[in-house]
Structure formats: structure tokens, C-alpha cells
């Protein structure tokens, strides 16, 4: 299976990551710790990533941009819509991967150092 879209939730620690296929079918949902994720991205084809905007989400998605991913950020405002039940921070990674696919979201543009 081919991912298509992930949806990355940052966190201290540990980011969840929620990745589905070209049909919308979950391909895995796992947590990585920050020493993880760009060994983790690294080994993935480019793919489009979407990321809530906070501090650190210009860094991370600077990183991704260099190996190769469309990165976009979402204003977290824009999300919640998409959250399904509870919080979670899996929950949280799979909204983000719905939110980014959508034809009207507005996104952030990402700032440069």
C-alpha cells in the first residue's frame, strides 16, 4: 500500500502519526519519538503532510520539505471540526490527515528561519 496522505500530531515527546493509502484507508497510526521522525520520513515516498500550526510545526515542516514532502499547516481552529470523538493524540494525527485533504481548508504558510 502506497501512502498518500499523513497526518502528523507534534507533541514534547512523542509525535502520532496517522497515514492512509489513495482509497482513504488507514496503512498504520503509530507514535514516534523525536529522535524518530525524520529517520522515520526519510524511508517514506513524498507524500502530502499536514501538520497543526504551533511553534515548532515551521521547524518540522522544514525538515520534511528538505526530504522531499508537501508539507501544509492547518490552524488548529480548522481541525476540530474534523476530531471525532474524545482527545487523543491519535485522535488528534487522524483529524489532521481528513483536514489536510479537503479542497477548502485554508493553511499557513510556512516561515523560513
Known amino acids: 500500500m502506497q ?3 499523513i497526518g502528523l500530531d507534534l507533541a514534547k515527546n512523542v509525535f502520532q502519526v496517522h497515514a492512509v493509502d489513495g482509497h ?19 524511508h517514506l515516498e513524498p507524500c502530502l503532510i499536514g501538520i497543526e500550526a504551533c511553534g515548532t510545526s ?4 522544514r525538515e520534511l520539505i528538505k526530504l522531499g514532502h508537501n508539507v501544509k499547516l492547518i490552524p488548529p481552529a480548522y481541525v476540530k471540526p ?4 474524545g482527545k487523543s493524540d491519535a485522535i488528534d494525527a487522524a483529524a489532521i490527515c481528513e483536514a489536510v ?3 477548502t481548508m485554508r493553511f499557513v504558510e510556512v516561515k523560513t528561519l
Open 58 to 61: 515551521h521547524h518540522w515542516a
Open 82 to 85: 474534523y476530531v471525532k470523538r
Open 24 to 42: 482513504g484507508e488507514v496503512v498504520f497510526n503509530r507514535a514516534l519519538r523525536r529522535a524518530q521522525v525524520l529517520a522515520f520520513f526519510e
Open 3 to 5: 501512502v498518500t496522505t
Open 101 to 103: 485533504t479537503r479542497p
